[in-house]
């Protein structure tokens, strides 16, 4: 074997040495390469924003921690129609959400962020605020009916029965149903017991935009043991808020349309379920005429149920219901009032109001017009309203989750408050 001399070595040496030094400057000077962002977790709702500067720039509002102070809220901004009166039925109440009425005049107040259910009894002319319920997940559905209180969370739907005989030393609730799903987005539930009376809630899409799994987006009902469970319509991407029309009996039902599509498309709905196993499009065709980009291929929208009113894009159309006190003005009776709380990925914000949707005699909607705004102010929340409830007096509460409040407009009358204790 032939070797290199120490001469040849030295110069073949000196060659490489010479290309290595060379070539470091070049490769000091590379950037690092980047790092890649952490994957969004299921359901997020910024999966599928486009990577544009703009869209970046939207992204859902997080609530205040903590309920606003009593002398912070913001009454003197809300405005409702001429002969109405705004004021604070209840404050300290963080996230306060869904609404149901007790036999006694208590109002049930559930909560989707907070762990607790709150309780607003009228104590000779003062109002106290009280946590009948804590320990729970998403508590966000309350109902009632003859006595008992129904309780909705994320994956189970339990009650207190003769709960306004205890609501000083209430006991913990009761399971009667468990087993749901435990999927984050659009997970948080709304009930309502129905004329038939079974208790209504909806097993929402577990994303923004996708192919739901068996069972998801649909509309479901037990009777009030929690027992027989039967699906009742699908395509129903995320409902938080519905009502039965006081003469036809019909379900009536909000639904929030996906994101991502663009700013101005898809309108949220409200729909209207006039027999047993329709659909309503999600996620193959929203509004009930713009097929999806992505689903709606193949597929037509004339195969599913349209929605009666658009309730504007992305605005947030959640709780509804029909106004059927006595004390409003007669325009008012049998017609729908929808909180609108407001939407987040639009660059200019649109909702954050309660609308009232006049029906017609067919059951049809017309003409919407605002009823009671303010929430929104240049550009920014001072408040977001969640449900509505019709009082025994014919006034009406509206829910707002981001001064952890319930409003109060009736017409005419005298004003008082109440905090939490």
Request: a positive charge; proline letters at 9%.
């Amino acid at each position: 074997m032939t070797y290199p001399s120490l001469r040849q070595s030295l110069v073949l040496a000196g060659t490489i040495g010479a290309l290595l030094g060379a070539a470091w400057p070049t490769a000091a000077q590379q950037p690092a390469p980047a790092q890649q962002a952490a994957p969004l977790p299921p359901g997020s709702p910024l999966i599928g924003r486009p990577d544009t500067a703009d869209a970046k720039r939207l992204a859902p509002v997080p609530a205040p921690p903590l309920a606003a102070a009593a002398d912070k809220l913001p009454v003197d901004k809300l405005k409702a129609p001429k002969g109405f009166k705004v004021e604070v039925y209840a404050s300290g109440m963080p996230n306060a959400r869904s609404l149901a009425l007790g036999d006694k005049g208590t109002v049930f107040v559930g909560s989707r962020l907070q762990d607790k259910v709150y309780a607003i009894v009228d104590k000779g002319g003062k109002r106290e605020v009280k946590i009948i319920a804590s320990g729970l997940y998403r508590p966000n559905g309350v109902a009632f009916k003859n006595g008992t209180l129904y309780i909705m969370e994320l994956s189970q739907l339990s009650k207190i029965d003769n709960i306004e005989d205890k609501l000083d030393n209430p006991p913990k609730p009761t399971v009667i149903l468990d087993g749901l799903p435990k999927d984050e987005a659009h997970g948080w539930k709304y009930i309502a017991i129905g004329p038939d009376n079974k208790l209504y809630f909806e097993i929402g899409q577990p994303c923004n935009n996708c192919l739901p799994p068996e069972g998801y987006a649909t509309m479901r009902r037990v009777n009030l043991d929690g027992t027989g469970m039967e699906t009742i319509a699908q395509g129903i991407r995320n409902t938080v808020g519905f009502d039965w029309h006081p003469t036809s009996k019909e379900l009536y039902f909000t639904d929030n349309s996906r994101d991502w599509m663009s700013e101005d498309l898809p309108n949220d709905e409200l729909n209207r379920m006039t027999k047993v196993g329709q659909h309503f499009g999600s996620p193959f065709c929203y509004q009930g005429n713009l097929p999806d980009q992505e689903f709606g291929w193949g597929r037509k929208c004339e195969e599913f149920t349209p929605p009666i009113a658009l309730m504007g894009p992305h605005t947030a159309a959640l709780g509804m219901k029909f106004y059927t006190g006595n004390s409003f003005p007669a325009k008012y009776k049998n017609q729908i009032l929808v909180a609108r709380h407001g939407s987040w990925n639009k660059t200019n914000k649109l909702g954050g109001d309660v609308v009232l949707v006049n029906i017609k005699k067919d059951g049809s909607a017309g003409p919407i017009e605002p009823f009671l705004t303010g929430f929104l102010e240049n550009n920014s929340y001072v408040g977001r309203p969640v449900d509505v409830m019709v009082m025994k007096d014919g006034s009406v509460l509206v829910s707002d989750d981001w001064n952890g409040a319930v409003w109060r407009v009736s017409a005419g009358g005298n004003a008082r408050t109440a905090t939490a204790r």
